[in-house]
């Protein structure tokens, strides 16, 4: 069983900057993807960005330029680098992974990220 621990959230001011980590360990050989997804209050889960075992990367429109996802295989760890944050970027972000690019089963316990204006 894989499990995903994340870390790095925080309360930041509008137009600052935070780097969300997530290590993976467990059953890490099953994990072709890891990804980061978001959800504010009253609204649903969104997939944030992701990525693959070998870099390929997607990201959704209201982040693009401003996040970065990355991953280090060999510390079987991901990164969200947050840049530009906005208000509307609060919400718990939730670390996940699969075996697969759309079947994301794996998840973290969530991480808090407030931006003040």
């Known amino acids: 069983q894989v499990q995903l621990v994340e870390s790095g959230g925080g309360l930041v001011q509008s137009g600052g900057s935070l780097r969300l980590s997530c290590t993976a360990s467990?059953?890490?050989?099953?994990?072709?993807?890891m990804g980061w997804y978001r959800q504010a209050p009253g609204k649903p889960r969104e997939r944030v960005a992701r990525?693959?075992?070998?870099?390929?990367?997607d990201y959704a429109d209201s982040v693009k330029g401003r996040f970065t996802i990355s991953r280090d295989n060999a510390k079987n760890t991901a990164y969200l680098e947050m840049n530009n944050l906005e208000p509307g970027d609060t919400a718990v972000y939730f670390c996940s992974a699969g075996q697969n690019w759309f079947d994301f089963k794996y998840w973290g316990q969530g991480t808090q990220v407030t931006v003040s204006s």
């Open positions: 467990g059953g890490i050989l099953a994990i072709y993807a």
């Open positions: 990525i693959t075992h070998n870099g390929v990367t």
